[in-house]
C-alpha cells in the first residue's frame, strides 16, 4: 500500500486548503484513510478519518466544525478541506490508511503511512 498525499503548501490566515491522499494498493474497499498533521516540537494530531467502503466520517476536536473529508472512491482519493487556517494549523500532514471498516482517529491503529505534505499560513 502506498499513499501520497499533496495540496499543501502556503496559505494566508482565514483561508482555506484542500489536501489530497492518493491511495494505491489496498486489494479490497473496505480500508480507512486518516489524515493527521504534525508541527515541529508538537505531538501528532489527530484531524479526520474516513471510512472509503461505509463514507462514516470522524473529526478531531483541532479542525472539527471547519473541515470536510470525502472519498472519491473510483480514483482512490481521499480529501480534506480546512477551513479558516490559522497560524496553529501549520505542520506536515500526513495520511495513512489500514485495512478495516471504521473510521478512527487513533493513529496507532493505522497500518501505512505516506510522506507529508507542508502547511504554511501566514498572517
Known amino acids: 500500500v502506498q499513499l501520497q498525499a499533496s495540496g499543501g503548501g502556503p496559505v494566508q490566515a482565514g483561508g482555506s486548503l484542500r489536501l489530497s491522499c492518493a491511495a494505491s494498493?489496498?486489494?479490497?474497499?473496505?480500508?480507512?484513510i486518516g489524515w493527521f498533521r504534525q508541527a515541529p516540537g508538537k505531538e501528532r494530531e489527530a484531524l479526520a478519518s474516513?471510512?472509503?467502503?461505509?463514507?462514516?466520517?470522524i473529526y478531531g476536536h483541532f479542525v472539527k466544525g471547519r473541515s470536510t473529508i470525502s472519498s472519491d472512491g473510483a480514483k482512490n482519493m481521499v480529501h480534506l478541506r480546512l477551513n479558516n487556517l490559522g497560524p496553529e494549523d501549520m505542520g506536515i500532514y500526513y495520511c495513512?490508511?489500514?485495512?478495516?471498516?471504521?473510521?478512527?482517529?487513533?493513529?496507532?491503529?493505522?497500518?501505512?503511512w505516506g510522506h507529508g505534505t507542508l502547511v504554511t499560513v501566514s498572517s
Open positions: 495513512a490508511g489500514r485495512y478495516g471498516v471504521t473510521a478512527t482517529i487513533l493513529s496507532g491503529l493505522y497500518t501505512y
Open positions: 494498493g489496498f486489494t479490497r474497499g473496505d480500508y480507512v
Open positions: 474516513i471510512s472509503v467502503r461505509e463514507n462514516t466520517t
